[in-house]
C-alpha cells in the first residue's frame, strides 16, 4: 500500500473554465501535501473562504458572476481577520489590468499560460 503525505495546506482554486481546473488538479498531484479546492464562481470561492480559509487563494481574474477584482474586494470586506494570500490567475497581463490588482494588494499575478516551474515555486512559498 502506498503511503501518502497528510495534507498540510489548503488551496482554493476559483476558476470557471473545465481545461485549467483539469490542469491545475494534475499539477498539483506533484503537490500531495496539498489539498486543493475548487470554486467554480466567485461567490461559491467567497463562502469557501469565509466556512474554512484556506492558506492561498489562487484566483482567475475573469469569473462568471464577478470579476476578479470584486472578489478582492468583497473577500476583504468580509474577513474579520486578514484574508488568506491571493495570486491572481490570468491571461490578461495588460498593464491597466496588472495596475488595477497592484492597488488591490494581492500577493502576487502569474500569467496564462503558466511558467509550471514559477507556479509551483508561488504555491510553494505560501503552502
Same mark, same amino acid.
Given at each position: 500500500?502506498?503511503? &501518502?503525505?497528510?495534507?498540510?495546506?489548503?488551496?482554493?482554486?476559483? +476558476?470557471? @473554465?473545465? =481545461? @485549467?481546473?483539469?490542469? *491545475?488538479?494534475?499539477? *498539483?498531484?506533484?503537490?500531495?501535501? $496539498?489539498?486543493?479546492?475548487?470554486?467554480? =464562481?466567485?461567490?461559491? %470561492?467567497?463562502? $469557501?473562504?469565509?466556512? &474554512?480559509?484556506?492558506?492561498? !487563494?489562487?484566483?482567475?481574474? &475573469?469569473?462568471?458572476?464577478?470579476?476578479? +477584482? +470584486?472578489? /478582492?474586494?468583497?473577500?476583504?470586506? %468580509? *474577513?474579520?481577520?486578514?484574508?488568506?494570500?491571493? #495570486?491572481?490567475?490570468?491571461?490578461?497581463?495588460?498593464?491597466?489590468?496588472?495596475?488595477?490588482? =497592484?492597488?488591490? @494588494? !494581492? +500577493?502576487?499575478? #502569474? &500569467?496564462?499560460?503558466?511558467? /509550471?516551474?514559477?507556479?509551483?515555486?508561488? #504555491?510553494?512559498?505560501?503552502?
Amino acid at each position: 500500500m502506498k503511503a &501518502t503525505a497528510p495534507v498540510t495546506s489548503r488551496l482554493l482554486y476559483v +476558476e470557471d @473554465n473545465a =481545461t @485549467n481546473v483539469k490542469l *491545475m488538479a494534475r499539477l *498539483m498531484k506533484h503537490r500531495p501535501a $496539498i489539498e486543493l479546492v475548487i470554486a467554480n =464562481t466567485g461567490a461559491q %470561492g467567497l463562502a $469557501i473562504v469565509l466556512a &474554512t480559509p484556506p492558506r492561498l !487563494i489562487l484566483l482567475d481574474a &475573469t469569473l462568471p458572476d464577478m470579476s476578479g +477584482e +470584486e472578489f /478582492v474586494c468583497q473577500l476583504r470586506k %468580509g *474577513m474579520l481577520d486578514a484574508p488568506p494570500p491571493i #495570486v491572481v490567475l490570468s491571461a490578461d497581463a495588460l498593464p491597466h489590468r496588472l495596475a488595477a490588482f =497592484t492597488l488591490l @494588494n !494581492i +500577493e502576487e499575478f #502569474v &500569467t496564462k499560460p503558466y511558467d /509550471v516551474q514559477h507556479l509551483y515555486e508561488v #504555491v510553494d512559498s505560501y503552502c
